[in-house]
């Protein structure tokens, strides 16, 4: 198959190239169970942000909605500098129907760990124990606020 029959044939993400708050989706960056995970820049200051979505089937659902409100307010009452910072929230009515749920946190440049463990194994001792010190201290600030 040619080129260009397969760029042809490719599903186009609807948030593609779309304006969420003052952002421009430009790229989808993950995916999980629950929602994805998008690159959307400011188009006049050039700042780049991570937009995460619901998936549409957990949009419509009440309690994953409050969950998903309640993790965004979670990380800002914690306020540490190893987890991502969140700096809106809202819900938009969607291109498909029903609502699209959202937040907007910082996007950071990297690599997920299990990449760099893949990648990398076995990490020098001296890195991994800088590793696991951020990922205790994030988990005890969130223990700190009473999240579990």
Same mark, same amino acid.
């Given at each position: 198959? %040619?080129?260009?029959?397969?760029?042809?044939?490719?599903?186009?993400?609807?948030?593609?190239?779309?304006?969420?708050?003052?952002?421009?989706?430009? +790229?989808?960056?993950?995916?999980?169970?629950?929602? %994805? =995970?998008?690159?959307?820049? /400011?188009?006049?200051?050039?700042?780049?942000?991570?937009?995460?979505?619901?998936?549409?089937?957990?949009?419509?659902?009440?309690? =994953? =909605?409050?969950?998903?409100?309640?993790?965004?307010?979670?990380?800002?009452?914690? +306020? /540490?500098?190893?987890? =991502?910072?969140?700096?809106?929230?809202?819900?938009?009515?969607? +291109? @498909?129907g029903g609502d699209m749920v959202y937040?907007?946190?910082? /996007?950071?440049?990297?690599?997920?760990?299990?990449?760099?463990?893949?990648?990398?194994?076995?990490?020098?001792?001296? @890195?991994?124990? @800088?590793?696991? %010190?951020?990922?205790?201290?994030a988990l005890a600030a %969130?223990?700190?606020?009473?999240?579990?």
């Open positions: 198959m %040619s080129e260009t029959a397969n760029t042809e044939n490719a599903v186009v993400d609807p948030l593609i190239n779309t304006t969420i708050g003052n952002y421009k989706v430009t +790229q989808k960056i993950g995916e999980g169970g629950m929602g %994805s =995970v998008y690159l959307a820049v /400011h188009p006049k200051i050039g700042k780049k942000v991570a937009l995460k979505v619901l998936h549409s089937e957990f949009a419509a659902n009440e309690d =994953v =909605v409050t969950r998903f409100f309640n993790e965004a307010k979670a990380v800002n009452d914690i +306020q /540490h500098p190893n987890i =991502v910072d969140i700096t809106d929230y809202g819900v938009l009515p969607s +291109q @498909r937040f907007i946190m910082e /996007h950071l440049n990297g690599f997920p760990l299990e990449d760099v463990i893949a990648e990398q194994a076995p990490l020098a001792p001296e @890195r991994t124990l @800088r590793i696991c %010190s951020q990922v205790a201290d %969130s223990h700190n606020s009473k999240i579990v």
